[in-house]
């Protein structure tokens, strides 16, 4: 039977408190949003949030364009390629590339 020392044992225990934080921070599913926008949500009502931009009610929205959706918005943190992504919004949920809410702005250089 072998024993670990106090001093192995306590150095093994500062090292794993040290880097466990650490590899936490590295992995890219931490705090990745997954959660698609339900359109029915508190927040997702509050701003006019649509899955599909083809069917906002232009009556209600006077500013929107047809060429507005989620994949040309700066708050969008995905590629317009992409079918939805992160959104600065609407955090920890995913939106579609082609929805749409009234906190739309141009995207830098699109």
């Given at each position: 039977?072998?024993?670990?020392?106090r001093?192995?044992?306590?150095?093994?225990?500062?090292?794993?408190?040290?880097?466990?934080?650490?590899?936490?921070?590295?992995?890219?599913?931490?705090?990745?949003?997954?959660?698609?926008?339900?359109?029915?949500?508190?927040?997702?009502?509050?701003?006019?949030?649509?899955?599909?931009?083809?069917?906002?009610d232009?009556?209600?929205?006077?500013?929107?364009?047809?060429?507005?959706?989620?994949?040309?918005?700066?708050?969008?943190?995905?590629?317009?390629?992409?079918?939805?992504?992160?959104?600065?919004?609407?955090?920890?949920?995913?939106?579609?590339?082609?929805?749409?809410?009234?906190?739309?702005?141009?995207?830098?250089?699109?």
């Open positions: 039977m072998t024993l670990i020392s001093r192995a044992f306590t150095l093994g225990s500062v090292s794993i408190g040290i880097i466990a934080p650490g590899l936490a921070l590295l992995s890219p599913c931490s705090s990745a949003a997954t959660v698609p926008l339900d359109p029915s949500d508190p927040a997702a009502k509050a701003l006019g949030f649509v899955a599909d931009a083809k069917k906002v232009a009556a209600t929205n006077p500013t929107f364009k047809p060429t507005q959706t989620c994949g040309s918005c700066a708050q969008y943190q995905g590629k317009a390629t992409q079918p939805a992504a992160a959104c600065n919004i609407f955090a920890g949920k995913t939106v579609p590339t082609g929805g749409w809410c009234k906190v739309w702005a141009a995207r830098p250089g699109g």
